[in-house]
């Protein structure tokens, strides 16, 4: 699409926008967004309106809250009357707009919200997707800047046209999580159930004439419906990614608690760092646990007060860790340690054990504490050692999305081998906004557990 073209496009979206700022139409906007705040307070139990200021105020993402719910009113018929505001906009002062301009708000009246699943993306250029009803039709999307930050198997929600020979969003889409998309699915199976009803009552009654009418009605119904389930689920994602500020809890030491471990990689035989941990001074033997020592501060010992522990190592066959519940732990536990073991461990990875810091690091649960003096290759490839091995083991662990099924189970069932499809594409759409190139490192998972990529 030409530059000028783009100009025209937002030049009559301007001007749409100056005509809902009119009688009734502002009206109309105030009550839609009411409404639809009100059903998101009415699913969480408590007032909204506090997050409403700062998802409009302070987040960055008002914009997208904005023109989601601009594009629902502006495509809705209000009233008793037969034509949506866009419809009387173009009727009104259509003329006056560039032909591009035009075009765009009558096909943007006409599109439909639908949720569409990402599967290739080129950043800065388009994303294909595909609509989660019709998974076997894929569209090329152009798209510049949203782009830069989406990554294959994400959700979005929005409308996609077809202008001047290339598909494009029109102004506002919104990310799903996969929770989110399964919630509003159930909501429109639910509302489809009860349309269905409605309509073989009116088969076996005196208004059968009535049926046309009532099965248009019934998608119109389900139609609106998905963008209004859209807007409330997007929210309520938003508010679980916003956490409010927890209080500041601190150590011994004066550090912010976070509880952590430090997992190192051993280059000799488990019995040679066994020999040097027991002799350690500042370790002690685990009672009644073999292969696992405390980590307890000395210089308090000698001086008659309480030994605090400062952190638990355990040693398996091919790594040895410690947990600790600081960032200053874990770094003097790594200088320790390598002070004792010298060439005998690798640089660790560090590995949260607390939800709320595992999100903070982009959901991978990693993150290297590792020297400066390591290349940002390598870096790169202890990371991804790290990530295929905890995959590796996560196969034949239970996963709550997975109704607490390994995957390796879950895979091997036909009624559940959708929930583990599912589960691949979103450990891969997170590692991916962590560490570009991941999917192709953990197509091993696809091996594993037989399924094919036509599949996905």
């Given at each position: 699409m030409s530059k000028n073209h783009r100009t025209e496009i937002d030049k009559a979206i301007k001007h749409l926008m100056d005509f809902q700022q009119k009688e009734p139409y502002i009206n109309d906007f105030q009550i839609l967004e009411s409404q639809l705040w009100q059903e998101v307070g009415e699913f969480i139990g408590e007032d909204p309106m506090d997050f409403r200021q700062w998802l409009y105020a302070e987040s960055g993402m008002g914009h997208m809250a904005f023109g989601f719910l601009f594009e629902r009113w502006g495509s809705v018929i209000w009233g008793e009357g037969d034509q949506t505001p866009i419809e009387i906009f173009?009727?009104?002062?259509?003329?006056?707009?560039?032909?591009?301009?035009?075009?765009?708000?009558?096909?943007l009246n006409d599109a439909a919200v639908k949720i569409y699943e990402v599967t290739d993306v080129k950043p800065g250029e388009y994303i294909v997707v595909r609509d989660i009803d019709q998974p076997d039709k894929k569209i090329k999307v152009i798209e510049k800047k949203g782009s830069e930050n989406i990554v294959p198997w994400t959700y979005l929600a929005g409308r996609v046209i077809?202008?001047?020979?290339?598909?494009?969003?029109?102004?506002?889409?919104?990310?799903?999580?996969?929770?989110a998309v399964e919630n509003i699915k159930d909501r429109l199976e639910y509302t489809k159930k009860d349309g269905l009803t409605f309509l073989k009552q009116a088969m076996e009654s005196e208004d059968i004439h009535l049926l046309p009418d009532m099965k248009a009605a019934l998608m119109a119904e389900?139609?609106?419906?998905?963008?209004?389930?859209?807007?409330?689920?997007?929210?309520?994602?938003?508010?679980?990614?916003t956490s409010p500020e927890q209080p500041i809890?601190?150590?011994?030491?004066?550090?912010?608690?976070?509880?952590?471990?430090?997992?190192?990689?051993?280059?000799?035989?488990?019995?040679?760092?066994?020999?040097?941990?027991?002799?350690?001074?500042q370790l002690m033997p685990e009672p009644n646990q073999d292969d696992c020592?405390?980590?307890?501060?000395?210089?308090?010992?000698?001086?008659?007060?309480?030994?605090?522990?400062?952190?638990v190592l355990t040693l398996g066959e091919q790594d040895l860790t410690i947990r600790v519940n600081s960032r200053g732990r874990a770094n003097k536990a790594k200088k320790y340690l390598k002070s004792l073991l010298g060439t005998r461990i690798k640089q660790p990875m560090m590995v949260y054990n607390n939800d709320q810091k595992t999100q903070n690091t982009q959901n991978t649960g990693i993150e290297d504490v590792m020297s400066d003096d390591i290349s940002p290759e390598d870096r790169l490839a202890i990371i991804k050692d790290y990530m295929i091995q905890h995959y590796k083991d996560t196969l034949d662990q239970p996963i709550p999305m997975l109704d607490n099924l390994t995957p390796?189970?879950?895979?091997?069932?036909?009624?559940?081998?959708h929930k583990v499809i599912a589960w691949y594409k979103e450990i891969v759409s997170r590692s991916e906004k962590f560490q570009p190139g991941?999917?192709?490192d953990l197509a091993f998972i696809l091996d594993e557990l037989n399924i094919s990529p036509e599949e996905l």
């Open positions: 173009l009727k009104n002062r259509g003329w006056r707009e560039a032909p591009a301009g035009r075009q765009y708000l009558k096909k077809h202008m001047r020979g290339q598909c494009m969003f029109t102004g506002a889409f919104l990310p799903l999580s996969h929770q389900i139609e609106g419906n998905l963008a209004d389930y859209v807007f409330v689920d997007w929210v309520m994602d938003m508010m679980d990614k809890v601190t150590n011994r030491d004066g550090d912010i608690v976070e509880d952590m471990t430090l997992r190192f990689t051993i280059a000799v035989k488990p019995k040679t760092i066994k020999k040097y941990l027991d002799e350690s001074d020592w405390l980590w307890l501060d000395r210089a308090a010992h000698e001086h008659d007060q309480q030994v605090p522990i400062w952190g390796r189970v879950c895979a091997k069932n036909p009624k559940k081998r991941s999917a192709e």
